[in-house]
């Protein structure tokens, strides 16, 4: 077969770039609605490849066992903790993205988007309300999760834990030392996730945000809890920035960081001033602290406990302090 001559094939790419350039502007003009959900779904895809690819390179890293947790960053942490969940979301936009006429497409899944499209393809008042949503019920669970471990309270023989429990049920405050002096109790064979009652687990699924289906639901536990104290470590190790140091300074970026941290630990920093999230974020990587040490993996269930336990105390001080500054600035 005969090739063509490398200028008639430059000419014919060159020629049929210029005309989807022309359809686009054409596209533009006569429908300016599609055409700008069309360019957001494209934003939305290439960030869910990126992420993907990115997720790709650190799985390989740690699962060959050649790059402990200690040599990541928090954002590379946290992409093994998020992507797979949101990959399973967005299966139905990747597939529509590779078929001809996408846009046919378009108005229904983004007439679903918590149901169908990830948080890249939200803008930032959805991803505010979703994230919103998503928090209010898992803190739903949390009154379940302190019945929980007021039934096991006997078996755990904590004075700490009980003094803590009992000071959450009747609206007393809470030090974080009591917090801190709690986690010893979390040792205990009947906290640990393959010896949760069903109840228990299920209301620990629920108020982490991960599925509560029976089949590896123990693992999922486990994995999570695991992957939220590197990430702790990983903020610790970064002196609580969470700026990306493989790409320029961007403060939203870091801003987003920072508060995908906080949600995934039961706290909504949205609307809350920075400083008040930055004194969250310390508190509860001082608190996981308490796991280093030999009994690290006995004690993970304290991670997934934690949010209900600060819950309480915490979240009222940050809305008492958002108040104030509310009335300062009036």
């Known amino acids: 077969m005969k090739e063509l001559p490398d200028k008639r094939v430059d000419a014919s790419i060159a020629w049929y770039r210029r005309f989807l350039v022309w359809v686009e502007h054409r596209w533009r003009d006569r429908s300016p609605g599609t055409h700008k959900l069309f360019r957001t779904f494209q934003t939305g895809v290439g ?3 990126t992420d993907f690819q990115d997720f790709v390179t650190v799985w390989t890293r740690v699962s060959g066992g050649g790059a ?18 949101e990959l399973v979301r967005a299966t139905p936009a990747l597939c529509i993205s590779a078929l001809p006429g996408t846009v046919l497409f378009l108005p229904v899944l983004f007439y679903f988007p918590r149901l169908f ?12 309300e979703f994230s919103s949503a998503q928090l209010r019920r898992r803190q739903s669970e949390y009154r ?26 009747t609206g007393k405050p809470n030090s974080p030392d009591l917090l801190a002096g709690s986690v010893e109790a979390f040792e205990h064979d009947c906290l640990q996730f393959d010896y949760l009652s069903y109840k228990h687990a299920i209301h620990l699924s629920r108020a982490s945000g991960i599925s509560a289906f029976r089949l590896y639901r123990e693992y999922r536990l486990w994995r999570l809890a695991k992957l939220l104290y590197e990430e702790d470590r990983a903020v610790e190790r970064a002196n609580f920035v969470f700026a990306d140091p493989t790409k320029p300074s961007d403060p939203a970026a870091e801003r987003l960081l920072r508060q995908q941290f906080c949600l995934a630990r039961g706290y909504q920093s949205w609307n809350r001033p920075d400083s008040e999230a930055d004194k969250f974020v310390r ?27 600060m819950a309480s105390v915490e979240f009222e001080d940050s809305r008492k302090s958002v108040d104030k500054n509310n009335e300062r600035q009036k």
């Open 283 to 309: 508190q509860w990587c001082r608190l996981s602290a308490g796991l280093r040490d030999t009994n690290n993996e006995r004690r993970l269930a304290f991670m997934l406990h934690l949010p209900s336990l």
């Open 117 to 128: 499209l990830t948080e890249h393809f939200w803008t930032p008042e959805q991803r505010l």
């Open 68 to 85: 402990p947790y200690s040599h990541l960053g928090y954002r590379e942490i946290s992409l093994l903790r998020l992507v797979p969940k």
């Open 144 to 169: 379940h999760l302190i019945d929980d471990l007021a039934f096991l309270q006997p078996q755990l023989n904590s004075a700490a834990l009980r003094i803590l429990l009992h000071n959450i049920r």
């Open 47 to 49: 960030g869910l490849v």
